[in-house]
């Protein structure tokens, strides 16, 4: 996806540091007390990652989306997950780190949409 251009890096690398920070304290603060939710965790991680790469793309516009911001934000999850083991109230889980590999993916597949639709359009 191209970058957003009227989304300055510092901007987007600031909105990326805030993405990550939210769902971290979200991630492990205890589930009664989760102040935003889809009502299905599984939901809730596919959202999160789809905007963790979105955010990631427009922060790090250099590196490879495939190689780089996925593996990136894939580790991220499992630091998450990592986390959980050790916080009373929540528990880790490989199904939780496949939504956010979904998400990563749904984001994947509308870039390569869009950028497919700017070059038939750009004709």
């Given amino acids: 996806m191209p970058r957003f251009p009227w989304l300055p890096l510092p901007v987007a690398r600031l909105a990326l540091a805030l993405a990550v920070i939210a769902i971290m304290v979200l991630a492990l603060m205890p589930m009664t007390a989760v102040p935003v939710t889809t009502a299905w965790d599984k939901l809730d991680h596919v959202l999160a990652f789809f905007t963790l790469?979105?955010?990631a793309e427009?922060?790090?516009?250099?590196?490879s989306f495939w190689r780089g911001l996925v593996l990136g934000l894939l580790a991220f999850g499992v630091g998450v997950?990592?986390?959980q083991w050790f916080t009373p109230d929540r528990?880790?889980?490989l199904l939780d780190v496949m939504a956010d590999g979904i998400g990563i993916a749904i984001y994947g597949a509308v870039r390569q949409l869009t950028a497919a639709w700017i070059q038939a359009v750009a004709g």
């Fill in 91 to 93: 528990e880790a889980s």
């Fill in 53 to 55: 790469a979105l955010l």
């Fill in 58 to 63: 427009q922060a790090f516009p250099g590196w």
């Fill in 81 to 83: 997950e990592i986390a």
